[in-house]
């Protein structure tokens, strides 16, 4: 195991189907994973061998201690057009939205994936939230061409190719 620690946030979308993937990537570069899932997110990680890492879920009781070591990193995989909103708005009500708003406030380095389709991309609250991120600190990663300057929707029936096609390395450069 690594001597970083690496949060790898997902949310409830196709992408969330390759985390196997990331932590194997994240554990060949040196991290120590911890997975972070949104209930949305639960369902595509049944399947999933995700060896030894923890997957942390649900709030902590007030007499049980953390249950990650402080993050040096956080990757989030896929990034939900709700996910997205609610932590640019700041808004903390899950374990994974409080991990995400603790890691922009303590200016952890941060990537996120954003996988959202046009319907959703198209709404005034992504522009902003997307905005609010960057200008934070966020670095953005297209899932489908690992642009940093670029964000573009996902297309219908486009699924597959994106979930095949993605590279991990994409996301993990820009922690470099």
């Known amino acids: 195991m690594g001597d970083r620690t690496l949060l790898l946030v997902t ?19 040196g991290w120590t994973p911890y997975v972070v899932p ?3 997110a639960m369902p595509w990680l049944e399947d ?33 057009f709700h996910t997205l909103n609610a932590w640019a708005g700041g808004i903390a009500s899950s374990y994974p939205l409080t991990t995400l708003c603790a890691a922009l406030g303590s200016r952890t380095p941060t990537v996120a994936v954003p996988y ?15 905005a609010v991120l960057r200008q934070a600190g966020v670095r953005m990663v297209d899932p489908q061409t690992g642009s940093t300057e670029s964000l573009e929707p996902v297309v219908s029936g486009t699924r ?4 095949r096609e993605f590279r991990w390395d994409w996301a993990f450069d820009c922690l470099a």
């Open 11 to 29: 949310c409830g979308a196709p992408l969330a189907a390759r985390l196997k993937d990331g932590v194997r990537a994240a554990r060949e570069l």
């Open 38 to 40: 949104t209930d949305a």
């Open 48 to 80: 999933l061998d995700l060896a030894d890492v923890p997957i942390v879920v649900g709030n902590r009781k007030p007499h049980e201690p953390r249950r990650t070591p402080t993050a040096d990193a956080v990757l989030v995989v896929p990034a939900t």
């Open 116 to 130: 959202a389709s046009a319907e959703l991309t198209n709404h005034p609250a992504w522009a902003a939230s997307v």
């Open 160 to 163: 597959g190719r994106i979930v």
